[in-house]
């Protein structure tokens, strides 16, 4: 592990065992469906910590980002991987695109929709919009088998606005329109829905053109806002 990941996971260590709540944590497992544990430190207490355990630090290059983020995976309580995606956010517009391995290495492991839908618009997003080489692995991972890694592709672009690839997204959610999982047709609306702010005549035009080809839920979750 590099010096920097080193110091940030001790101080953040020292910092979260402090502040830990017993009381809150089975409240906050059950809302994830068990499938994590929890120091039980609310998010507005553990954000305050994140920024004074960075606090002072020098700013990370791709080597302290990899190290932290895989040391906070490795980690059992949830809270270290919210942290690791916030730090990832922070950084990911000047990241370099051979961060993005290690950001699947996170989407398909302990994987569910708090981390990945983080990494999928605040980390991937920006990397790809920084990087356009990368949209030819988001061709590849919208095919991915991993559901996880194929809502990711299609999120990716979540906040893109105006900088958004209609004829991507488009396509990306006719080539995954029949998958049968929840987390997939969700993440299909939702794509579209938050592009409707932006260009609602070219949502409508879709639905309109292909909404017979998408699970009822899908349409649903494009068309809340039109």
Known sequence: ????ADTVLRRLTEAYADAADPEKAPAMRAYMRDQ????????????????????????????????????????????????????????????????LPTVRDLITTKSWWDTVDTLASDTVGPLVRSHPELVSTMDGWVL???????????????????ATESDRLFRYCLARAGHP??????????????YAHTDPAAVREFLASHGDQLAPLSVREASKHL
């Open 1 to 4: 592990m590099t010096p920097l």
């Open 36 to 99: 994590f544990e929890f120091l039980g430190i609310p998010k507005p207490r553990r954000l305050t910590l994140d920024r004074q355990v960075l606090a002072g630090l020098d700013g990370p290059d791709e080597a302290d980002l990899r190290d932290a983020a895989l040391a906070c995976w490795r980690r059992p309580e949830r809270e270290y991987q919210y942290f690791a995606c916030g730090w990832l956010r922070r950084h990911a517009k000047k990241a370099a695109p051979t961060l």
């Open 144 to 162: 991915d088998d991993d559901m996880w890694v194929a809502r990711t592709a299609i999120l990716h672009q979540l906040t893109y606005k105006q």
């Open 181 to 194: 999982d929840f987390f997939i047709r969700k993440a299909i609306g939702w794509a579209l829905r938050q």
